[in-house]
């Protein structure tokens, strides 16, 4: 089993992350992970934090020489902000008295968390709930994407929408249908859709989102909008049907909801084939270079809970960021009068970086069942019984069935 956890606040000093349960000599460099922090700063609407921040991760332990060492990774990724904190946020009590923040957004966890954990100052609660985590998040994923390279497995996504604006194109129904084979490589889609500044598929779309972009801006307002996540490569039979926490895809749905402001997923075309036959939603077995597969791809990559071989598909919905430029109404705590929202510094929207890092969350659910199903101390070991599960699979199958 393997595991992540991160700490820090958005403030602090850094953001740091353990990991533990990765296999022993995995290779793996601070510029591999550096690159994904990089793609999550990226994109068009973002505030004035991405352009403060460059972030660049710092490897403490577990890593020798450039390879894995089977003991826990930790990792820190530091604020450059912090020079700016450092009273406001100091570990230790200070002389100085800073103003307490009374006024919760709406929208985000500012009241929830005030509630929960009895602050008296919702700065407590802004800085550990803000997106700046997901930072860490995308370090850890990282280390889970390079172990998943080692078996071909990829991860790529692009932008559908944003403020409701999609492209004329059906992007997204080429990659449920059959053009999406087993043999197409995801982290293509991520090299074209990373081309574009909103990481969206073609440039006439990419003009109109960013022309609502502009508008939510003078607006003094924000944006959400709509995902994919594609990984290929993957094999049959990660995850189980045997008890609800052992489902692959409850598990890549709660990954991909646990992400901020996401409050919606769906694998394959999800609430869409609740209107549809039954003919028209399910995917018909063929044998094909000595292998089960499908026609189609309507399922998204599960059937069951259990990975099919297929190419698995996401598709998530990110709400619009919750601070505004031009408030909306709340409470002052220190008054409980009526006022309006305080403002906090803030992108206007955020989705492009969002699917990057569902891309992180991804990958992570796909290394926790696929290390769950094949094991392995080293990772020539988990290559081992990789191979010997895959070269056998149809055989074994046939063999039970047809006893030839």
């Known amino acids: 089993m393997i595991e992540f956890l991160t700490a820090g606040e958005s403030h602090g000093q850094a953001l740091t992350t353990i990991i533990s349960g990765i296999p022993s000599n995995l290779k793996i460099s601070a510029d591999y992970i550096n690159e994904q922090l990089k793609r999550r700063q990226a994109g068009y609407g973002r505030g004035m934090r991405m352009k403060i921040e460059t972030d660049k991760v710092e490897i403490l332990s577990g890593i020798r020489y450039?390879?894995?060492?089977?003991?826990?990774?930790?990792?820190?990724?530091?604020?450059?902000?912090?020079?700016?904190?450092?009273?406001?946020?100091?570990?230790?009590?200070?002389?100085?008295?800073?103003?307490?923040i009374t006024i919760p957004r709406p929208g985000h966890a500012d009241l929830v968390g005030t509630s929960k954990y009895n602050y008296d100052d919702i700065r407590n609660s802004i800085d550990r709930?803000?997106?700046?985590?997901?930072?860490?998040?995308?370090?850890?994923?990282?280390?889970?994407?390079?172990?998943?390279?080692?078996?071909?497995?990829?991860?790529?996504?692009?932008v559908e929408s944003i403020g409701g604006?999609?492209?004329?194109?059906?992007?997204?129904?080429?990659?449920?249908l059959n053009k999406l084979n087993k043999n197409y490589n995801a982290d293509l889609l991520s090299k074209l859709s990373d081309k574009s500044s909103v990481r969206v598929l073609d440039k006439i779309h990419e003009e109109k989102i960013i022309n609502k972009i502009k508008l939510a801006k003078k607006r003094g307002d924000t944006l959400g909008g709509t995902f994919?996540?594609?990984?290929?490569?993957?094999?049959?039979?990660?995850?189980?049907?045997?008890?609800y926490e052992t489902k692959f895809d409850a598990d890549l749905a709660h990954a991909i909801m646990s992400i901020h402001?996401?409050?919606?997923?769906?694998?394959?075309?999800?609430?869409?084939?609740?209107?549809?036959?039954?003919?028209?939603?399910?995917?018909?077995?063929?044998?094909?270079?000595?292998?089960?597969?499908?026609?189609?791809?309507?399922?998204?990559?599960?059937?069951?809970?259990?990975?099919?071989?297929m190419p698995i598909i996401i598709r998530a919905a990110m709400k619009p960021i919750a601070t505004l430029m031009s408030p909306i109404g709340s409470i002052d705590l220190s008054t409980m009068k009526s006022i309006q929202a305080r403002r906090e510094r803030s992108d206007f929207v955020a989705v492009p970086a969002c699917?990057?890092?569902?891309?992180?969350?991804?990958?992570?659910?796909?290394?926790?069942?696929?290390?769950?199903?094949?094991?392995?101390?080293?990772?020539?070991?988990?290559?081992?019984?990789?191979?010997?599960?895959?070269?056998?699979?149809?055989s074994r199958i046939k063999k039970n069935f047809t006893g030839r």
């Not at 997106?131 to 280390?143: L, N």
């Not at 994919?228 to 008890?243: K, N, R």
């Not at 991804?362 to 769950?372: E, Q, Y």
């Open 66 to 100: 450039g390879k894995t060492l089977g003991s826990p990774i930790s990792m820190m990724i530091k604020n450059r902000d912090w020079e700016n904190w450092t009273e406001i946020m100091s570990v230790e009590t200070v002389k100085n008295k800073f103003e307490k």
């Open 165 to 176: 604006v999609y492209s004329k194109f059906s992007h997204a129904e080429r990659f449920l």
């Open 228 to 243: 994919f996540v594609i990984a290929t490569g993957v094999p049959v039979g990660l995850g189980s049907f045997i008890q």
């Open 261 to 309: 402001a996401v409050k919606g997923v769906e694998i394959g075309p999800g609430f869409e084939s609740a209107e549809k036959y039954g003919s028209e939603v399910h995917d018909e077995i063929i044998i094909k270079d000595k292998t089960f597969t499908r026609k189609t791809n309507r399922a998204g990559g599960t059937e069951g809970g259990i990975t099919t071989g």
């Open 129 to 158: 709930s803000s997106a700046r985590e997901t930072a860490a998040r995308v370090a850890a994923g990282s280390v889970a994407r390079k172990f998943l390279d080692e078996f071909g497995i990829k991860i790529g996504s692009f």
């Open 355 to 394: 699917a990057v890092i569902a891309e992180s969350m991804v990958a992570w659910t796909l290394a926790k069942s696929f290390l769950s199903k094949f094991g392995g101390d080293s990772i020539e070991e988990t290559k081992d019984n990789y191979k010997s599960y895959t070269s056998k699979l149809f």
